[in-house]
């Protein structure tokens, strides 16, 4: 008997412009199979014109146990939003 | 629109059920957008994380922490429901090639489609739960896990297609609808895509019928036998009474479901009633009727000791069935063998190139 089929994360970009989305996962044997697998079941009705497909095992993701402490930083940064900086009025295109 | 406030069809944002899911998956958008809170503290009680996360509408994703029995329901119940697209493919696949007409065929075809993509999007769903979609294939071959009843009932004439995606389809929505609401977001975000195909199929039954009940008499005739057979079996679709039901309170205190057996059935006949009357054909209960005090449908419950026997193992075509979907697994393990040895094959190729 051969092993289970290994299993890939299917992205898909809707339009031109827009950025791939994560759609789903499904098994196949290879990579090649999978982006056929994918388009039959992830792009039935014209919902994308491009699809990414990645082994499942490729993908590292953070922990939600770590949530608060890894993006922390991001917290103590008000500065990098532009809103942070005030304007004097009357100053146009900026 | 939260929780148990579930308006009726035609208050959804769009009307009908299709407007239900697209408020769910709004509903799903804004919870997300909401601040989530993150894991929990280290001094904190798993237990009452968990019960926070739900109390706040929020969605429950597969790497935080779960108690085992919710995991355990939820495959359970994610694995059962991809079993029933699986097998559900049979009976109506059954009149693929019999189709009355090309059109017909070209639509059965691409239904059958959506039922393998629907099974497959689910045990992608329940393959986040830490189980691996061929051992919930190899629990529903050994006869461990079921699938849903109504798959054991045959589809004698063409007007069953029809019968199967208005009342059977019909059923599963009134079901699922609620599902994309669920706490559990690879389930809820499959459901809505489930949902939204799904209203196809129901549309496509229901479209069959009324050509058929507005075609020549032995049409309509035909039309109206199949409604016959698959009213009651449908009605069961919704399991057993609230209460006979063993995982319902639990499974409604999680938010796995969100409404009873019964309130969902209910729902279902006071839909039904009015679709009939269109269609000009009749549902078989002689005693169907409107209770102004209720404001709903009284009906007559299906047979119930029916259902038991059918989950057992015992209806029409459950033999059938399950001999069928084996015979496929087995016959095909060659073929399967065969793409793993050649995908191999390829990376071991490819990995040479790139030495």
Redesign the interface.
Known sequence: ?????P?WEVFVRARRGLSHTHV????A??AE?ALRNAR??YT?RQEGVSIWVVPASAIT?S??????AFFDPAADKVYRHPTFYEVPDGVAHL | MYGNDFSPPEDGPGGGLLGEVEAAEAALREAAARARR???TPDEDLEAYFADVIDADQKI?P??WMPEAYRKTLIRQIAQHAHSEIIGMQPEGNWISRAPSLKRKAILL?KV??EA?HG??LY?AA?TLGV???ELVELLLNGRQKYSSIFNYPTLTWADVGAIGWLVDGAAIVNQVPLCRCSYGPYAR?MIRVCKEESFHQRQGYEILYTLSHGTPAQKAMAQDAIDRWWYPSLAMFGPPDAESPHSAQSMAWKIKRFSNDELRQRFVDMCVQQAEVLGLTLPDPDLRWNDERQSYDYTQPDYDELMQVIKGNGPCNRQRMEHRRRAHDEG?WV??A?????AK??EKKEKVAA
């Open positions: 008997m051969s092993g289970p089929s299993l789903g996962s499904l098994h044997p290879d199979l039959d079941l039935r993701a922990s939600p146990d770590e949530k608060d | 993150g894991g929990p994703e790497r935080d691409a489609q959506d993509g497959l999007y992608a393959e691996s979609r061929d499959a393990a399967r063998e793409a793993a040895a050649y995908a390829r990376a």
